[in-house]
């Protein structure tokens, strides 16, 4: 498929819109639609069109997907009466990029390739400031042969594209690393908290975690979130969960023990419990600090999230 593919893009949220606008920026013709039609504005803005329903999208080459859960992934593509693939006409090929479970990918995968469209698994790791600063990094599998009609579209959405294979495998390789991300969240969030209490500020401890073995990209750019306690959404604490229940669905039906997942996916559960559904899952270091008794303040520091954009 030559760069004058059309393409559709389907979910504008915190994901969706800034990589719909990268596939605009990287001058795809791209048609886009969300169930808020008002989140359309900024990617139309960047020189998306707009289309005023999912079927809409149909007659595009190449349709992408980014919603929040495998029900909703299943509802934009198999509803009886709006879903894009129960229309008269179906696009060639779909890529989705939202994280859901294996049997939501395999079931849309079927009722794809029924109708003769090609499904790609595509989800991705990053969030939207990542995206923005070209850092996602995408991991994906499906049939070789979509890969290589897709792969320069996917290159366009970061900087790494990992091919896993045939099938949902990349939904697993997504689920596990967001397992991961739980994990090393809460331990950052405990040490801060105990830093606290020793009379260390947390700019001083991201500072030198950021500059060790032990520092990422997603340490640096969590830390204004941790120095700071900026917890506008990047990523909630719902959809958080929503993996970790997909993770842990995986290791009871292989049989494999992971009591720190385990124990980190009540952590997540109670800073739902606490409100913080809507903020971002950073809160999981107030949840840390209650715990320990203390109140945290933000330190109003000048750190930097390292995501200097393109
Ligand atoms: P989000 O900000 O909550 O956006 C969700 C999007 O899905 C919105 O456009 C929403 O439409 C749409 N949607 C949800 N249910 C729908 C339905 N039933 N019908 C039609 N549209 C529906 O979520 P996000 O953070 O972008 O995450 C999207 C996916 O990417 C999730 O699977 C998440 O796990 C994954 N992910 C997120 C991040 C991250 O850092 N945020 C990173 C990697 C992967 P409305 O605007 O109308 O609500």
Redesign the pocket.
């Known amino acids: 498929m030559s760069d004058t593919s059309t393409i559709g893009w389907?979910?504008?949220?915190?994901?969706?819109a800034p990589l719909a606008t990268r596939l605009v920026k990287s001058g795809y013709d791209v048609t886009v639609w969300?169930?808020?039609a008002s989140?359309a504005q900024p990617v139309a803005d960047a020189g998306a069109s707009v289309g005023g329903t999912i079927r809409e999208l149909a007659s595009r080459d190449v349709v992408f997907s980014?919603?929040?859960?495998s029900?909703?992934l299943e509802?934009?593509m198999l509803d009886p009466d709006t879903g894009l693939l129960t229309g008269e006409q179906v696009p060639g090929v779909v890529v989705d990029?939202?994280?859901?479970s294996v049997e939501t990918s395999q079931k849309v995968r079927e009722a794809a390739e029924a109708r003769g469209t090609r499904f790609f698994a595509a989800?991705?790791?990053?969030?939207?400031k990542v995206v923005a600063a070209g850092k996602l990094s995408v991991v994906c599998s499906g049939d070789q042969d979509t890969f290589t009609l897709v792969e320069p579209m996917i290159k366009s959405l970061g900087r790494s594209v990992t091919y896993v294979g045939e099938g949902e495998s990349a939904r697993l390789v997504k689920i596990y690393h967001n397992l991961l991300l739980g994990i090393y969240t809460q331990a950052l969030a405990e040490i801060l908290v105990l830093g606290e209490k020793s009379g260390v500020s947390r700019e001083a401890t991201m500072d030198f975690i950021n500059n060790s073995v032990m520092g990422s990209l997603f340490s640096n750019y969590k830390t204004p979130a941790l120095v700071n306690l900026d917890f506008h959404p990047?990523?909630?604490p719902v959809?958080l969960r929503?993996?970790f229940d997909l993770g842990l669905t995986e290791a009871r039906k292989r049989e494999v023990p992971m009591p720190i997942t385990n124990l980190t996916r009540d952590i997540i559960e109670s800073t739902i419990g606490h409100g913080y559904a809507k903020d971002d899952f950073a809160t999981m270091l107030l949840i840390a600090a209650a715990n320990a008794g203390v109140e945290l303040a933000s330190e109003n520091a000048d750190v930097s999230d390292g995501l200097d954009p393109e």
């Open positions: 389907i979910g504008l949220g915190n994901m969706g969300n169930r808020t989140k980014m919603v929040s859960t029900g909703d509802q934009v990029c939202s994280t859901v989800p991705v790791s990053g969030n939207g990047t990523f909630t959809l929503k993996d």
